[in-house]
């Protein structure tokens, strides 16, 4: 971000220099970087003391690669205004590109201090405190996460790993960490970092589900009225229950606790107990509570009753009529996946500014700009990319369906709760929407097209609705990268699909040695909860490929392969280190080389763009 100076002003420069800034802000916006580090050194010359010029040096001089100048420049500005938030910010960028994690994270906070609205510094100080552990740290930065973590606008998961480390800091809960004893928490006065966690991430470690199992039986047998002391900690472990659709082992006496019969009226804490182990029952019409209890009445019963109404109410489109589109649907019908609470906040960008961050190298195909851009997301799911692709293109107008209306549901209110007004919901048949007789300028199908029965031929319908030179981005499972989870699915193959049948799947997987193929699936997010389970290990239907398979249909479908959207810059990296001659990395068959290499280069999905050639 360009520091424009509007108009001379004695109290900061001379006129010339005011002048030679206002030509430097000029040459700078118009892509002329040489012309404009010639401007701003001649002001800074001019006006040493002056920390905007050194801020768009700094700018400048980083959009050339120029790193260390770049932050000499940035530097002396902050020197001069140590509040200067936009360069805290530029600088924070530096130290996360030259892989300098401390003092990243220290800019970024600094940054964030001062401009705690800003898309972009939210999301830096988030990237990189959500990358990092520590084993040491000031004392305000649990404060600073457990803040963050509570803004609707942020992924609480994002952070869950860096607020876990945070945690064991905490010498009472590290000791229950180690021993198994929820006792030696500190059960009355949680910390808030604790509290947040639990309220806002799923807390995806073996050791913390453990120490969360015991604390539910001993909070179920401690917890008698609602203004218990542990009354805080009881709700925010109900709201982790619920989260993870209630994946944790139960003993028999404590199923007979949660079985404990609720009724309409006020609030209990027969209620509060139930929701450590089961939904609460829907069918309770008016459930009242007092004020420090109505976010969780809203989150266990209001908002599911909202879902409820939501997915009854729901347009569909088509028909689902294939056996395998039934199975599929019965699935999310059962376990909607995934659920979330939050979304990060996204700063809305032409199509063309959205490929070029996302494929770089690939700006410059991406077609003209159309005056509205009509997008579908083919099987949203519970929303969360849908929500995500509405607020990342400017001028969009979204249509998101799914065979699930639960899921729908979910999706709908979750929209409406976040105020996303360019986003609609419909039931539908990816295998159907050839009916419908719309065109869309672009396509967005991320872990859905391999659940189909056939994914070229659902890929080859989304690609009849897609406008001539429109763009799709497709995900699709990666073969060499799910080696642990195929043979966690080979042990799922004995265990039944209903919930409790998925609780004893976890639990075996929980107890395989260490050595064991399908162990790494402990590390994976959606092992904590069963709908991540069922849709990860159990699911009804899925393929998945290699990249030369990927091209094969590509080409048979006339679509231009552009590039991969990766979450993080290391696939980038890998390539660009094999092949530095080639800026495009569009050559799929080098990417498999890679990938032979590094299995874990995708993860387990590929996800690309691509652009329709034919008519």
Excluded at 99 to 112: G, S, T
Aim: some cysteine; overall charge neutral.
């Amino acid at each position: 971000m360009i520091h424009r100076q509007k108009r001379p002003t004695a109290a900061t420069l001379t006129p010339p220099a005011a002048h030679a800034m206002q030509a430097a802000v000029k040459a700078h916006r118009a892509g002329r970087l040489d012309e404009a580090i010639v401007g701003y050194r001649q002001v800074v010359k001019q006006a040493p003391s002056f920390p905007p010029a050194h801020y768009n040096l700094g700018v400048a001089l980083k959009a050339k690669g120029q790193a260390k100048p770049a932050m000499r420049a940035l530097d002396t500005a902050l020197r001069t205004q140590p509040r200067y938030g936009l360069a805290h910010a530029a600088l924070a960028e530096l130290y996360d590109q030259g892989e300098v994690p401390d003092k990243a994270l220290r800019h970024w906070i600094a940054a964030y201090r001062e401009l705690c609205d800003q898309p972009t510094v939210v999301n830096g100080l988030v990237n990189r405190l959500g990358s990092m552990r520590f084993s040491s740290a000031a004392p305000e930065l649990s404060g600073l996460t457990a803040a963050l973590l509570e803004r609707r606008d942020v992924e609480g998961q994002r952070l869950a790993g860096a607020a876990l480390s945070l945690l064991r800091l905490h010498p009472q809960i590290r000791k229950a960490l180690e021993t198994g004893n929820p006792e030696r928490l500190p059960l009355d006065k949680p910390p808030p970092l604790l509290l947040a966690v639990l309220r806002n991430t799923i807390a995806a470690d073996p050791d913390w589900e453990s120490l969360l199992t015991s604390l539910r039986a001993c909070l179920v047998q401690t917890f008698d009225r609602l203004g218990h002391p542990a009354a805080a900690l009881t709700r925010a472990l109900a709201d982790q229950m619920l989260a993870t659709d209630y994946a944790f082992r139960a003993s028999p006496a404590e199923e007979e606790i949660g079985m404990e019969t609720v009724t309409d009226g006020a609030l209990t804490a027969a209620h509060v107990r139930a929701a450590l182990y089961r939904p609460i029952a829907l069918e309770i019409a008016d459930l009242r509570a007092e004020s420090e209890w109505e976010d969780f009445v809203s989150r266990h019963v209001w908002q599911r009753q909202e879902e409820r109404r939501a997915a009854e109410d729901m347009p569909r489109l088509t028909p689902v009529e294939d056996a395998v589109s039934r199975a599929v649907q019965d699935q999310y019908t059962a376990l909607p996946y995934p659920r979330w609470q939050s979304t990060r906040v996204i700063e809305a960008r032409p199509r063309r500014a959205v490929l070029a961050a996302a494929v770089p190298g690939a700006q410059s195909l991406a077609p003209p700009e159309p005056r509205r851009l009509s997008i579908l997301v083919a099987g949203c799911g519970t929303g969360k990319h849908a929500v995500d692709v509405a607020t990342r293109f400017v001028n969009a107008e979204v249509l998101a369906v799914d065979l699930s209306r639960n899921s729908l549901g979910y999706a709908k209110t979750q929209a409406q709760r976040f105020g996303i007004t360019n986003l609609s919901f419909a039931e539908a048949d990816i295998l159907a929407l050839g009916e419908i007789g719309q065109r869309f300028d672009h396509i967005e199908a991320v872990g859905v097209l391999h659940h189909l029965a056939e994914p070229e031929w659902g890929w080859q319908v989304l690609c009849g609705l897609l406008v001539a030179n429109g763009t799709m981005k497709i995900g699709l499972y990666s073969r060499r990268g799910r080696a642990a989870i195929k043979a966690a699915q080979a042990i799922a193959e004995d265990f039944p699909r209903t919930a409790e049948g998925l609780r004893v799947l976890r639990q075996t997987i929980r107890a395989l040695p260490e050595e064991h193929p399908a162990a790494p699936v402990r590390r994976e997010f959606d092992f904590y909860s069963l709908a991540g389970v069922r849709d990860a290990l159990a699911h009804t239907q899925e393929h998945d490929y290699t990249l030369p398979q990927v091209a094969g249909m590509l080409d048979r479908l006339d679509l231009r392969f552009l590039g991969f959207e990766s979450a993080t810059t290391m696939p980038a990296r890998i390539y660009r280190s094999a092949y530095p001659d080639d800026r495009a990395m569009a050559d799929l068959m080098r990417w498999d080389t890679l990938e032979e290499k590094h299995p874990d280069l995708f993860h387990h999905m590929y996800q690309f763009w691509c652009l329709k050639t034919g008519g």
